[in-house]
């Protein structure tokens, strides 16, 4: 039993899935820490919650009329993470004379928030250059070789 369990230990491909394991904990945890340092750094409780616990009445009420689901009117945001990129979704309820003005409000915070951070954030963006159109080849039904298509 301990030979087989010291092979199974010092298996390399066993120690790549640990350590790939351990990173993926890492940048969990991580980001929970991002996540949780910018929802506490830009909201603000007048900001995004002055039109929540009217909404929450109101909503009530349209839930009990027409049966739809009871959706949360609370502030929240999440986190979606890929190869590529961190995605934050600010999710909020506003009355529809403020949207663009909250919407400023919440963005400008985050810019002098990436901005205070002197460098350990920073915005990216992808760009791609397009280099050649690859040669393209069109035969009309019914024309024949060296004929001009009809006008």
């Given amino acids: ?7 199974w230990l010092y298996d390399p491909t066993v120690g790549r899935l640990v350590a ?3 990173g993926l904990l890492v940048i969990v945890v991580v980001v929970r820490a991002l996540k949780r340092g910018l929802a506490g750094r830009i909201h603000d409780p007048e900001l995004l919650t002055e ?10 009420a ?6 739809i689901e009871d959706a949360r009117t609370t502030p929240m945001n ?10 934050f979704t600010l999710r909020y309820v506003v ?3 403020r949207r663009r003005a909250t919407k400023d409000d919440l963005f400008s915070r985050i ?5 205070a951070s002197v460098g350990r954030v920073q915005m990216a963006s992808g760009t791609f250059e397009v280099v050649a159109a690859p040669a393209l080849t069109v035969q009309l039904k019914g024309a ?3 004929m001009r298509p009809p006008q």
């Fill in 95 to 97: 009355d529809y004379r």
């Fill in 144 to 146: 024949q070789a060296g």
């Fill in 62 to 67: 349209m839930v009990r009329k027409y049966l």
């Fill in 1 to 7: 039993m301990e030979a087989s369990l010291k092979q």
């Fill in 111 to 115: 810019m002098d928030l990436v901005d």
């Fill in 51 to 60: 039109f929540a616990a009217s909404a929450k009445t109101a909503w009530r």
């Fill in 20 to 22: 790939g394991l351990v």
């Fill in 78 to 87: 999440t986190l979606v993470a890929n190869d590529n990129w961190l995605e």
